[in-house]
């Protein structure tokens, strides 16, 4: 018997208006959005996705947004940064109907890792895959929830790279412009996208 999803179905829904139909805007998604000021620190505004995560539709057409862009395009894996690239990639995957590979701080993984270290403003961090998560040649999606300096993302590329990962693209939620992270995945040539932008950083 063929699976029947439960949505759409009627849902509380926060913040979008009350004669919702089902069509998620641009702007439902932005506002579905928390922006915690100073968070971590002074001067930073966080964009805190688990509002829009814990939407049933604003979570379902994100995916749908970030899938849409890869349909018909040969993906092996999706590779989701943790921790929030975890859940979008996840969901993606699934979407696209391949595999999905963690890329995780460093000491999480049980197996054998490669890792790949990056600076952060204070010192550096590491990120690791397993050895054998990615073969030659693999079409590999990197997905996270937001790109602020790109060094996450960059980092991610070239650890992917190591396992002669072919990295086919970079997907994310949130692009912070002013901080032109994309600019260093432009430098690697991956090509990405991001479904919104947002000032500041
Ligand atoms: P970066 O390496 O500078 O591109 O930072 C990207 C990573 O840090 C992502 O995994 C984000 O989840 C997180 N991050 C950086 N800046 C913010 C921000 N303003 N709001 C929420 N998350 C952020």
Redesign the pocket.
């Given at each position: 018997m063929a699976f029947q999803p439960f949505y759409p179905q009627p849902a509380i829904i926060a913040n979008l208006p009350a004669d919702f139909d089902g069509e998620v805007t641009l702007a439902d998604l932005k506002s579905l959005i928390r922006t915690i000021p100073d968070y971590p620190k002074p001067g930073?505004?966080?964009?805190d996705v688990t509002t829009l995560f814990a939407d049933a539709q604003g979570f379902k057409a994100v995916i749908e947004q970030m899938a849409a862009h890869y349909r018909g395009v040969p993906v092996d894996a999706v590779a989701g940064?943790e921790a929030?690239g975890f859940i979008l990639g996840g969901a993606i995957a699934d979407k696209l109907g391949c595999g999905f590979i963690p890329v995780r701080k460093k000491g999480k993984l049980p197996w054998k890792t490669i890792s790949q270290e990056y600076t952060l403003e204070y010192g550096v961090d590491v990120i690791e895959i397993h050895e054998d998560a990615v073969a030659q040649g693999e079409r590999i999606l990197i997905v996270?929830?937001?790109?602020?300096?790109?060094?996450?993302?960059e980092a991610t590329v070239k650890l992917l790279r190591q396992s002669g990962a072919d990295i086919i693209g970079a997907s994310f939620i949130i692009d912070?412009p002013e901080l032109a992270?994309g600019k260093r995945l432009d430098d690697h040539h991956v090509p990405w996208q991001a479904v919104m932008a947002f000032e500041g950083?």
């Open positions: 930073i505004l966080f964009r940064i929030r996270d929830d937001l790109i602020a300096t790109g060094g996450t993302a912070l992270g950083h």
